[in-house]
């Protein structure tokens, strides 16, 4: 197993449970009543309410030299009345001409900044965040210690800026209603203030902050309230009308393109209603995402789907009070979750066969009928979240000149999800649970290889010790999917089951089954403190967990261990100003015993104080052997493999920066596997309202074992396998044109070839020898030929059968883009305009010429998108 060449965990690691302690003085300030007339918020502090008290301050700095002085001086005053917190911050700088101010959408605050971290439940593991950049522009999300960031909440608030000679201003009017708390006497929120100085990279706070503690939540300063204040509750309904209009490629034959056009329109709402003062509803009626940016283009060799991030407002807000993750780390495993959002308002299942007089026009998405969430936390650390989806039932026309008739392609499908999770203990103790639920209402015969139910459920514990230091986590999870038995055998022998491959003893297909029923779970013991960190992890998945009608795991029948370690460089010393080092181990059985291998990487990030940063590491894995390579079939040995990843950026304070990006791999046993992968991103600000970025990329690979096809032969199933040359150019493109806070228009465009060249067509043979060339039977040209004419390949071997299989061969071009036209005319009130066009051509030349590929897109009729949406925000 080779355990000896990267299995070098030092005993100091192991054996001290203690860290440094932190020393943190906490901070306190008093909110007291407004005495004044209500300020006008434009920024420029000379209201009355500014004149009452004294300016709070004596900062200091967090990066890059913890606890020193800052820079620049910061202060600021906080006011209430009996609905809102009213805010004002003086950011003064000697240099005020260097303070950057940077127009960009909400949410993307680049530039200097400043704002306000409140924990209005005193939980010391949430917080609110209203942050504004020296421009005027938003920043506000919610964070935890426990679940990160979450930018997607965009509540109803107000803020302007101000700048003159000595600095720069800000006030904010922020509605008591947009935070939750328990109305008291004398009650403490926590508070933290934040300064961003750019050009510095200078983070300046004014409750003093360390790198070695544990969490940034549970250690803000005090605000504290003299008189009870009641929470005010949300309500609003926010009506939205859509219409769109569809140009395409005019085609006589087609009967559903040719008039080349196609319009239509669309109502629905979406409404928030407060419950209480720690729960709340949102509603989402018919909701329409026509705004949001497509899913950029990839090409897909594998069996399994790739994971795509969430960018749907309903969906992406508050999704963290639903996290249930299933793996660790932000590699493949930790995408792995009980709940995807993307399954609601997937793609539709089924693809009808075409005959070749036949067309079709199916709806790209599944239409969301409706939603509704209730989620929130309370003061006693009580979260929940509770989700209910209802998709339509969705057809495929299918016409030929003669006439046309309909196709159900996907069920009416019921999904839903209910978490809760309680801290206890000072939030030391923390447990939780989690059940979701997909029912569809099956009736086509064509759609009874789909789950009629879904169901999975998990319990998880969190418990921190050693005063925060160290925390040990455990989850235990189940699924369990119920259908015909034509649904249970397409489960049993799927990517990432293969319960028929012949060579697993544990495993076995039983086409008598309705149901199936699997589990899982992991163990993480983590040291979360100090600059050495590291955690020690189990994760075990059974043959039979099934949670991908609502939720997203690759592939089962895993069990895994892994070990982390990190070290943290925070004082700046020479030239670095910080840096990280970490080391990787893992290794990985099935549950039938078989060894799959073990791997580790080092890897390094190192920012100078030049501003630049730079980033590398290397993997390697060791024995690795295959389970899926042949689809089904038996393991494959694989032998070792190394890759190694270089990445440069410079200062981004500047108007113009770039970041290079190079990996490269290759495997030991077989010299002609390697890929190489480039990329590189320039970015230009030529002024504080425009921002453009070109990324170029190439990616050039070559796979001796690249999965083509089965067949049955003679006797027994055979896998062909082929060498296949894959290159991949790619180009994106992004304009931001931000002509105020609030109305911007982006542009995102990108050109994409990939082609695909198939050689050395082989059959699987002896693929566990210990000898590379062994595993495999390299076809001669007697025993396979080419018919051009078909584009088909014909097999003919003595002893093992005949077989014939279409030219694998591709080329692929595409161009996507996206032109938004936002405009927040009132907060919460915001009109979208909206341009996409997508172009496409495929050949089975299989080889590149990237100049003839991109000619042959461009002349390519294209589909063109024009969306006109508007909402309207009624209510408090």
């Known amino acids: 197993m080779h355990l000896g060449k990267i299995l070098l965990v030092p005993a100091i690691l192991l054996s001290s449970f203690t860290g440094l302690a932190v020393d943190r003085p906490t901070r306190e300030v008093s909110i007291s009543r407004n005495a004044a007339p209500i300020p006008t918020i434009d920024g420029k502090l000379d209201d009355a309410i500014w004149q009452q008290g004294t300016w709070e301050g004596n900062f200091t700095q967090y990066i890059p030299n913890e606890k020193a002085k800052p820079s620049q001086e910061t202060e600021f005053k906080i006011f209430h009345d009996d609905s809102y917190i009213y805010a004002a911050f003086r950011c003064l700088d000697t240099e005020s001409a260097k303070i950057s101010s940077i127009l960009s959408r909400r949410d993307d605050a680049a530039g200097d900044r400043v704002g306000l971290e409140f924990d209005s439940y005193n939980d010391h593991i949430t917080s609110f965040c209203f942050y504004v950049n020296a421009s005027g522009v938003k920043l506000d999300y919610t964070s935890s210690d426990n679940n990160g960031q979450d930018d997607s909440w965009n509540p109803i608030w107000w803020v302007k800026t101000s700048k003159d000679e000595r600095g720069w201003y800000a006030e904010m009017r922020i509605p008591l209603a947009e935070l939750r708390f328990k109305p008291s006497e004398d009650s403490k929120w926590g508070l933290e203030v934040v300064r961003w100085i750019f050009r510095l990279q200078e983070r300046d706070v004014w409750q003093p902050m360390s790198r070695e503690q544990q969490g940034w939540n549970a250690n803000l300063g005090v605000m504290r309230w003299h008189e009870k204040v009641d929470s005010k509750l949300p309500l609003n309904v926010t009506p939205y009308v859509v219409a769109q209009a569809d140009k395409f490629w005019k085609d006589a034959d087609n009967p559903f393109c040719r008039t080349g056009h196609a319009y ?401 791999g290759k495997s030991t046993s077989n010299s002609s596997d390697v890929f190489v992968d480039y990329g590189v991103t320039f970015t230009y600000r030529p002024s504080s309202f425009l921002n453009v970025s070109v990324a170029p990329g190439y990616l050039k690979e070559t796979n001796e074992l690249q999965y083509v096809d089965k067949f049955t032969g003679s006797s027994t199933n055979q896998y062909i396998l082929a060498k296949i040359r894959q290159k991949v150019f790619r180009v994106s493109l992004r304009v931001n044109f931000n002509i105020t806070p609030n109305l911007t228009l982006q542009y995102w465009g990108q050109p994409f070839v990939a082609t695909g060249d198939y050689s050395e067509f082989k059959r699987a043979n002896k693929v566990m020898s210990s000898q590379y060339t062994e595993r495999f039977h390299i076809f001669t040209p007697n025993q396979i030929s080419y018919d051009a004419a078909n584009e088909t390949y014909k097999l003919n071997e003595a002893g093992v059968g005949t077989y014939e299989f279409d030219n694998p061969n591709f080329t692929s071009t595409e161009f996507l883009s996206n032109m938004v036209l936002r405009w927040e005319y009132v907060p919460g009130n915001t009109l979208f305009v909206v341009w996409s066009q997508n172009r496409s051509h495929s050949t089975s030349l299989g080889r590149s010429q990237v100049g003839k590929d991109v000619g042959d897109l461009f002349s390519a009729y294209p589909y063109n998108v024009f969306l006109v949406k508007a909402s309207f925000r009624v209510g408090r």
């Open 264 to 664: 239509k329109a669309n109502v629905g709402f979406d409404a928030k209603i407060g419950i209480s003062n720690s729960w709340t509803t949102d509603i989402t009626v018919n909701p329409d995402f026509g705004q949001v940016d497509a899913d950029p283009s990839q090409v897909n060799l594998t069996a399994y789907e790739i994971y795509q991030q969430e960018r749907r407002p309903f969906f992406v807000e508050g999704r963290n009070i639903f996290s249930f993750g299933l793996g660790v780390g932000d590699g493949d495993l930790g995408s792995e979750s009980l709940f995807y959002t993307r399954r609601i308002g997937r793609r539709p299942h089924y693809d009808p066969d075409l005959k070749d007089d036949e067309y079709t026009k199916r709806p790209e998405f599944t239409t969301i009928l409706g939603a509704a969430k209730i989620s929130g936390r309370n003061p006693n650390g009580l979260s929940v979240g509770v989700m209910e989806a209802v998709t339509s039932q969705e057809f495929a026309r299918v016409g030929t000149k003669a006439g046309e008739h309909e196709l159900e392609i996907e069920p009416l499908t019921n999904y839903a999800v209910a978490r809760v999770s309680k801290e206890m203990n000072n939030a030391n103790t923390q447990f939780g649970a989690i059940v979701t639920s997909t029912i569809r209402n099956i009736n086509a015969s064509q759609l009874c290889y789909l789950h009629k139910s879904a169901t999975t459920g998990g319990v998880n514990l969190l418990q921190y010790f050693a005063d925060k230091k160290w925390s040990l986590a455990f989850s235990t999870y189940f699924s369990r999917v119920d259908g015909s038995k034509e649904a249970i055998v397409e489960t049993q022998e799927a990517a990432g089951h293969y319960f028929q491959r012949p060579d697993a003893p544990h495993l076995g297909v039983d086409s008598s089954r309705t149901s199936l029923t699997g589990n899982g779970g992991r163990l993480i013991l983590s040291k979360e403190s100090g600059k050495l960190r590291m955690l020690f992890c189990g994760l075990w998945k059974s043959p039979q967990l099934e949670v991908n009608d609502l939720g997203f795991v690759r592939t089962v029948d895993r069990l895994t261990e892994i070990y982390w370690a990190g070290y943290r460089f925070t004082k700046p010393q020479g030239i670095m100003r910080l840096a990280n080092l970490n080391f990787n181990q893992w290794a990985e059985w099935t549950y039938g015993g078989e060894y799959q291998g073990i791997g580790g990487n080092v890897n390094g990030n190192i920012t100078f104080k030049n501003l630049w940063n730079m980033g590398l590491g290397t993997n390697v894995n060791f024995d690795q052997i295959s389970t899926d390579l042949l689809r089904g079939g038996p393991s494959v040995k694989m032998g070792d493999n190394l890759n190694g990843w270089f990445g440069l950026r410079s200062d981004d304070s500047k108007k113009f920066f770039a970041e290079a990006n190079f990996s490269v």
